[in-house]
């Protein structure tokens, strides 16, 4: 078979179909011998033979209908000698010549011998050959020759053992698939395969070694050329002497090959399990790169590791955006998605940094900020980048911590030594914060100019909308304002979003700031001592001192029929008492006190692990609630909180002393007693309370000395973090010409067959199944052990959402209907004894089950 002259035939058959005449132009006569043989269906050839006379009186006849004919005109002349001869067919058709433009139109030999032989030899070799035609060594016939011999090499036992002859792909499956051996074996093909693998990467592969051998050859020849191709800067002595290839198109036919390896998820293994093995023959381990050197190398996981312990001293110096976004990228990066670890530590890694990005920025900014302490409050909550951004990288950090496993050998060292860096950065900066914070308040009489106070959030906020539609009132315990702000960004695909700054009541501790959310609470408000060491709020006569007492007022004075339930009454869902009287009610109190019973915990490791998913649960309560037919839903807190560093002594500082009536960590409240530099003390009445009680609090994040009192967690102060609170109004968002949403093919891919190890990774691919493009959904991935989901989400490849774990899928970029493919991380923290599990994609909106894998094996022992 004639390839390359079969290729020109295709092409001239092409300009023929699209345009009908075609005048042809061969001033070099490489064509005129198959110009005599050339057929294509229903289509006249006409040739020059020394007269454009003899050619016009052969063609005129075809040239009157009304379209022009199928006709291809052979001039085996340059064009310009023609004189313009035959201008009418020019005119009426398309010219095919050497050097003609479009592409699909230029018959130069050289040219067409390239294409034709490129998928047969590959780019190189056909590079060569078309040098080598541009020179005249070769012909056409010469070409078609070629052609035969190519194919002969990789379209033959090959071909048919791995189901193609190209070369990247033919090495990518011998690579990862030692089950085509015995084919290889049986049909003596392996001469065949080294000839095709040492033309297209340079490899060496001697006679008289095995299969094996030869694929561990093959390993180490790509990774090494992909490492030291990828390397920036000198190549470090040791790594000189290993050969690569020499050629730049076969090194970079091994870089290529090298990624493609790595780019395909159910060949990773394969891709592991060689690249441990060659970085122990080239002994990286013992290697120095510096952090430029490998920053585009991908290669091996020792040089990962390598990179991840250079970010993390570069941030510890000093931390920068270049430095977190590098971090941030590498959380999708091959080792990433195949070492649930190495996602986890570049994650940490990553908010650290972002973490000490805000402490320079906002350290620089209190020095030169306004001293007003209304600049104060909007600098923490509605600028661009509100300084309240430190306190929510600060927890994600803490979280991120107390969920990554740490080694007992010094491997994690640099990272501990960053950990404590951006812990001792967020302490002096939010202290510092604290304190600039509370002399500017005192010194404007403890008044926030435009800012709403708490006891008035049910009379500006919540009576207008129950007046309107059915409402509901939650109340969340300790839902610091930047805890608010993440939830309310997870919520604002599905609600109309409104988030607003309040001023709590002090002191900052439950008692008082949840009774202070009740009807009637703007209207002279006392706090009052109802037993020892315990206030009560004061409503018009009447004392509030526990949560009975503040749902039977709010029922009492709504003017709505009002119905109470716990955040855990509407979860995983609600039962039938509790839908009746949502149904029924024309206002529904929630309650939450998680966060804060989660921080009142002795065991503070927990806390730090699972306070973040109380927001998650917030979210599924609220989406709950509009399921139940409620319109419109107001979340508020009670107060803040601080969860910084373990008390040392040096942060202790003693009390007052005098008449206690109440003391905490942040807070005495009672009379007489001592003054002193290291607190502030004002009357309560100072704050608009009624009472003849006195205040005391820290200027910063000092603590009082209390007999068994809190060790981290503390609220009750007059800081940013506890003074200040969210006010969270959402009404159901009226979505308008939606567009239809395809349905999706769910397909799970697992990190590993095995859940061996306390980190579990699945990469989540979607694919359109019908007419409609799909809408990329919110999903939360979960391990369950028979009902028990025993898993926390800690990362992903993209989309992934701190506050709650869910995570945004997106499409992919180059195929509209298709998901982005994304590797979620999971962390089961504690121990089962369940054999085998199932894992779930579910949609984070509304919890229905996209895909899952079952019986997936446990065999860690935590």
């Given at each position: 078979m004639d390839i390359v002259t079969d290729y020109l035939r295709s092409m001239i058959s092409k300009q023929v179909d699209d345009r009908r005449l075609v005048l042809w132009f061969d001033p070099e006569k490489h064509y005129s011998d198959i110009v005599d043989n050339l057929s294509l269906p229903n289509t006249k050839i006409a040739r020059y033979e020394g007269s454009f006379f003899a050619l016009r009186n052969e063609i005129e006849p075809l040239m009157g209908a009304a379209s022009p004919?199928?006709?291809?005109?052979?001039?085996?002349?340059?064009?310009?000698?023609?004189?313009?001869?035959?201008?009418?067919?020019?005119?009426?058709?398309?010219?095919?010549?050497?050097?003609?433009?479009?592409?699909?139109?230029?018959?130069?030999?050289?040219?067409?011998?390239?294409?034709?032989?490129?998928?047969?030899?590959?780019?190189?070799?056909?590079?060569?050959?078309?040098?080598?035609?541009?020179?005249?060594?070769?012909?056409?016939?010469?070409?078609?020759?070629?052609?035969?011999?190519?194919?002969?090499?990789?379209?033959?036992?090959?071909?048919?053992?791995?189901?193609?002859?190209?070369?990247?792909?033919?090495?990518?499956?011998?690579?990862?698939?030692?089950?085509?051996?015995?084919?290889?074996?049986?049909?003596?093909?392996?001469?065949?395969?080294?000839?095709?693998?040492?033309?297209?990467?340079?490899?060496?592969?001697?006679?008289?070694?095995?299969?094996?051998?030869?694929?561990?050859?093959?390993?180490?020849?790509?990774?090494?050329?992909?490492?030291?191709?990828?390397?920036?800067?000198?190549?470090?002595?040791?790594?000189?002497?290993?050969?690569?290839?020499?050629?730049?198109?076969?090194?970079?036919?091994?870089?290529?090959?090298?990624?493609?390896?790595?780019?395909?998820?159910?060949?990773?293994?394969?891709?592991?399990?060689?690249?441990?093995?060659?970085?122990?023959?080239?002994?990286?381990?013992?290697?120095?790169?510096?952090?430029?050197?490998?920053?585009?190398?991908?290669?091996?996981?020792?040089?990962?590791?390598?990179?991840?312990?250079?970010?993390?001293?570069?941030?510890?110096?000093?931390?920068?955006d270049e430095l977190v976004e590098t971090a941030k990228n590498r959380q999708s990066g091959f080792w990433s998605e195949q070492m649930p670890d190495v996602q986890a530590r570049w994650a940490l890694t990553g908010v650290c940094g972002q973490l000490m990005i805000e402490a320079d920025r906002i350290e620089k900014e209190i020095k030169n900020s306004s001293p007003e302490v209304g600049d104060i409050f909007?600098?923490?909550?509605?600028?661009?980048?509100?300084?309240?951004?430190?306190?929510?990288?600060?927890?994600?950090?803490?979280?991120?911590?107390?969920?990554?496993?740490?080694?007992?050998?010094?491997?994690?060292?640099?990272?501990?030594?960053?950990?404590?860096k951006a812990r001792s950065r967020y302490m002096e900066v939010a202290s510092a914060m604290a304190e600039h914070f509370l002399r500017s308040y005192q010194k404007n009489r403890f008044r926030m100019p435009g800012a709403l106070r708490q006891v008035e959030i049910f009379e500006k906020k919540v009576k207008p909308q129950v007046a309107e539609e059915k409402t509901a009132y939650v109340w969340v315990d300790a839902l610091r304002y930047e805890m608010a702000c993440e939830l309310a960004e997870t919520l604002s695909p599905e609600f109309d979003v409104k988030i607003e700054p309040a001023i709590a009541t002090v002191p900052t501790i439950t008692e008082i700031g949840m009774a202070a959310l009740l009807p009637g609470a703007q209207e002279s408000p006392g706090i009052a001592p109802v037993a020892k060491s315990k206030l009560g709020f004061e409503i018009k006569g009447t004392i509030i001192k526990d949560r009975k007492d503040r749902v039977k007022f709010l029922k009492a004075n709504a003017d709505a029929e009002v119905f109470d339930a716990k955040l855990d009454d509407l979860l995983p869902k609600p039962k039938k008492r509790i839908q009746d009287g949502i149904r029924d009610a024309g206002l529904v109190l929630v309650t939450s006190q998680e966060i804060d019973s989660l921080g009142e915990e002795e065991n503070l490791h927990l806390a730090r692990r699972y306070m973040d998913d109380v927001l998650h649960q917030l979210g599924r309560g609220i989406r709950t609630l509009r399921k139940e037919g409620v319109k419109a839903i107001i979340i508020a807190a009670d107060h803040g909180y601080l969860f910084g560093d373990e008390l040392e002594s040096g942060m202790k500082i003693d009390a007052p002393g005098g008449d206690t009536a109440d003391l905490h960590r942040r807070v005495?409240?009672?009379?007489?007693?001592?003054?002193?530099?290291?607190?502030?003390?004002?009357?309560?009445?100072?704050?608009?309370?009624?009472?003849?009680?006195?205040?005391?609090?820290?200027?910063?994040?000092?603590?009082?000395?209390?007999?068994?009192?809190?060790?981290?967690?503390?609220?009750?102060?007059?800081?940013?973090?506890?003074?200040?609170?969210?006010?969270?109004?959402?009404?159901?968002?009226?979505?308008?010409?939606?567009?239809?949403?395809?349905?999706?093919?769910?397909?799970?891919?697992?990190?590993?067959?095995?859940?061996?190890?306390?980190?579990?990774?699945?990469?989540?691919?979607?694919?359109?199944?019908g007419l409609y493009e799909p809408v990329p959904p919110k999903v939360r991935m979960e391990i369950k052990a028979k009902d028990e989901i025993i898993s926390t989400p800690i990362s992903a490849s993209y989309g992934f959402e701190e506050g709650t774990g869910d995570v945004q899928l997106r499409l992919a970029e180059d195929d509209p209907r298709t998901i982005e493919p994304n590797t979620i991380t999971l962390m089961i923290p504690e121990k089962t004894s369940q054999k085998t599990v199932t894992v779930q994609l579910l949609d984070a909106t509304s919890g229905a089950k996209l895909s899952q894998l079952e019986n997936v094996e446990m065999t860690i022992a935590i």
């Open positions: 004919p199928r006709l291809v005109i052979y001039v085996p002349m340059d064009h310009e000698a023609t004189h313009n001869a035959l201008i009418e067919a020019e005119v009426a058709g398309v010219v095919m010549k050497p050097g003609q433009q479009p592409p699909a139109r230029n018959t130069r030999l050289s040219i067409i011998a390239r294409n034709a032989l490129k998928p047969i030899v590959g780019e190189e070799t056909a590079t060569s050959i078309e040098k080598q035609v541009e020179a005249g060594k070769l012909g056409l016939d010469d070409l078609n020759k070629l052609a035969e011999k190519g194919e002969g090499i990789t379209k033959g036992v090959v071909s048919v053992i791995f189901e193609t002859g190209n070369p990247q792909e033919v090495a990518l499956a011998f690579l990862s698939k030692e089950s085509l051996d015995a084919k290889i074996n049986s049909r003596e093909a392996a001469r065949e395969l080294a000839v095709l693998l040492e033309s297209a990467f340079e490899v060496e592969l001697p006679d008289g070694e095995s299969l094996d051998d030869w694929r561990a050859r093959l390993a180490r020849h790509i990774l090494a050329a992909d490492l030291i191709v990828n390397l920036r800067g000198e190549i470090p002595s040791q790594l000189a002497t290993v050969k690569i290839a020499s050629r730049p198109a076969a090194r970079e036919s091994c870089v290529t090959l090298t990624r493609n390896w790595r780019f395909k998820r159910d060949l990773g293994e394969s891709y592991v399990a060689h690249s441990l093995r060659v970085a122990k023959e080239l002994g990286l381990q013992a290697l120095d790169f510096n952090q430029d050197q490998i920053a585009g190398v991908e290669t091996f996981l020792e040089v990962e590791r390598m990179l991840q312990r250079h970010i993390e001293a570069a941030l510890s110096d000093r931390a920068t909007n600098a923490y909550t509605e600028s661009d980048r509100p300084w309240s951004l430190l306190d929510r990288h600060h927890r994600h950090m803490e979280r991120r911590y107390h969920n990554f496993d740490f080694d007992l050998n010094e491997s994690h060292k640099a990272l501990e030594q960053l950990i404590l005495w409240v009672g009379r007489g007693g001592t003054a002193d530099p290291s607190y502030l003390r004002a009357r309560l009445s100072d704050f608009g309370l009624g009472g003849e009680l006195e205040i005391a609090a820290p200027w910063n994040f000092g603590c009082f000395k209390v007999q068994a009192g809190a060790k981290a967690y503390f609220h009750g102060g007059l800081s940013p973090q506890e003074l200040i609170i969210p006010v969270i109004t959402l009404t159901v968002k009226k979505i308008e010409g939606q567009r239809l949403a395809g349905e999706v093919i769910w397909k799970l891919i697992p990190g590993s067959q095995k859940i061996s190890t306390r980190f579990f990774s699945v990469q989540v691919i979607g694919t359109a199944a």
